[in-house]
């Protein structure tokens, strides 16, 4: 969190966090909506302890659940009151 203007901060290139949470599958085939309106396809949602790191959209990612490893962008990312959320 920045102590002057109390926004979250961005991370610098090449940025690397490990932290637990909780992986959800979007077995559904929901979709989120894009800046433009666009709907995108994600194949996860991630909840995790609410973080004021703002983690840019089209970032990579490595989620490891279990011996299972997936790869990929972050699509969106939202730090909500009590938690974050992240779509991959």
Do not use: H
């Not at 709907?39 to 983690?55: C, E, G, H, K, S």
């Not at 990579?60 to 011996?67: M, P, Q």
């Amino acid at each position: 969190m920045d102590s002057v203007s109390g926004f979250g901060t961005a991370p610098a290139a090449g940025d690397q966090y490990t932290f637990r949470c909780r992986a959800e599958k979007n077995t559904k085939g929901n979709f989120i909506r894009g800046v433009d309106g666009a709907q995108i396809d994600y194949a996860f949602v991630i909840f995790m302890p609410r973080t004021a790191t703002n983690l840019p959209i089209g970032s990579e990612y490595v989620l490891t659940k279990g011996s299972e490893e997936f790869r990929g962008q972050i699509k969106d990312a939202n730090n909500g009151q009590l938690n974050s959320r992240i779509w991959l």
